[in-house]
């Protein structure tokens, strides 16, 4: 499921990192009280009452300067606001109501989008000051008492947030349709593969690297189902990212993996494999999402009887976290193995939709503990009572044990190699969950 955008933004020095820092729950904005510390737009995840939604911190806007850095500090709060689901504005009790709030409450009135008022500093619990009333001068309806710094008032602030987000779409969602995201660093040929796919000039192509920005969707329906392929921004190495558009889009890139059902993780076959190709992988392997290694351009490598199978041996090693991932060598120019590509991704989304009854994995695990067994210290043994599959997508199961501790990680690969074996799980990773008896 897509997780929607709050995006926080006001003029500089009001605490919106600070607000960041508070909702996600980590020490991730630098926070100063020099104006203009924040200028890039930082990302985080943020829960309230069991949903998920990101979080996105931005610059101080100043909406009538003429300085290049506030000027560049604007335009990406904008495509934050663009992008935002919801807006958080952050004011500051001790300074006041300031003509530059009234600026900025008008900017963000003209998108359209909701916005929830939120009056920062408000450190002491109690009645507030009378200086917090002018803040409904502002038209925005009720503002919100907090302080960041402690977290009073964060609670009422989110419950208001959440109101604004629809988590009813994914319901309206057409169960039968795969959502697939074309990811990889640029110039891999992302944008070729749905051109080629649709037949059509969908998406912008250009030897350029970074000439995709924003994630485009495109719905098609053959004889393999429906899918719906999204288009991502190219990944590159941080030290590469210059453009503070392109910064936003890869936002947006990962955006679209949390939300896909399987990840085409294309690679550039007359580049080789590259350290950022196994970063990009990494991204799809850490959020759970049923991956292919598209091997795309092999139209225009200079081939032997050898060729494939010395490139399949080095994608075995330089991709050895996600084994389970199944290779296909494709050329989005020509169509080559398309329907091979089509079959991968039918396939490894079943796969990750897997469940499996506990009978059937208990009698596994007592084979699996017969035929090695649970690792022991100091004369104490791992006892394994049972375990049972909790989720889909990615397939997880949770074993309850006598002791986490003795719980090594090579027994739980060695476990998911058993349940890899005795089930269909290719294409998608498998998360384990321990749990000690007693633990809820």
Not at 384 to 394: A, D, E, L, N, R
């Amino acid at each position: 499921m897509n997780k929607p955008v709050i995006a926080i933004v006001g003029r500089p020095n009001v605490g919106k990192s600070t607000l960041f820092n508070k909702l996600i729950g980590k020490r991730v904005s630098i926070v100063d009280d020099t104006p203009g510390v924040t200028r890039d737009r930082i990302y985080g995840e943020t829960e309230w009452c069991g949903k998920k939604a990101m979080v996105v911190d931005t610059g101080g806007i100043e909406p009538k300067s003429d300085d290049v850095i506030l000027s560049q500090m604007r335009r990406q709060a904008q495509l934050a606001i663009d992008t935002a689901s919801v807006i958080i504005l952050v004011t500051d009790l001790k300074s006041g109501l300031v003509a530059t709030d009234m600026d900025v409450a008008q900017m963000l009135q003209k998108s359209g989008k909701p916005i929830v008022l939120c009056v920062n500093k408000c450190d002491t619990v109690g009645e507030p000051s009378m200086d917090f009333y002018e803040f409904y001068n502002l038209g925005l309806g009720e503002p919100y008492q907090v302080s960041a710094v402690h977290g009073h008032g964060t609670g009422d602030m989110l419950d208001k947030v959440f109101e604004y987000l629809d988590y009813d779409k994914a319901d309206d969602e057409d169960e039968s349709v795969i959502n697939v995201a074309v990811i990889g660093k640029p110039n891999a040929g992302k944008s070729s593969l749905i051109n080629k796919i649709t037949d059509s000039e969908r998406c912008i192509v250009s030897d350029i690297a970074g000439t995709t920005r924003d994630t485009i969707d495109t719905l098609i329906e053959n004889s393999y189902g429906k899918f719906n392929f999204t288009d991502t921004a190219g990944l590159r190495r941080k030290s590469k990212v210059y453009d503070d558009i392109e910064k936003y889009s890869i936002l947006r890139a990962k955006m679209a993996i949390e939300r896909a059902d399987v990840c085409v993780i294309m690679i550039d076959a007359t580049e080789g494999i590259t350290e950022q190709d196994t970063k990009v992988a990494g991204l799809a392997h850490e959020a759970g999402r049923a991956c292919i290694l598209a091997v795309n351009k092999w139209d225009a490598v200079e081939k032997n009887d050898k060729t494939m199978r010395e490139f399949q041996k080095k994608l075995d090693a330089d991709f050895a976290f996600m084994s389970y991932a199944p290779q296909v060598f494709i050329s989005a120019k020509t169509g080559q193995r398309l329907d091979r590509l089509f079959e991968s991704i039918v396939a490894v989304n079943e796969n990750a939709s897997l469940r499996i009854k506990t009978g059937m994995l208990n009698e596994l695990l007592a084979q699996a503990t017969t035929r090695v067994q649970p690792p022991s210290d100091k004369g104490r043994r791992l006892k394994i009572f049972y375990m049972t599959q909790t989720g889909v997508k990615p397939p997880t199961f949770v074993f309850f044990c006598n002791d986490a501790e003795l719980f090594h990680f090579s027994y739980q690969r060695y476990l998911e190699n058993r349940i890899r074996e005795a089930f269909c799980f290719d294409g998608t990773p498998i998360r384990i969950v321990i749990r000690e008896r007693g633990d809820k």
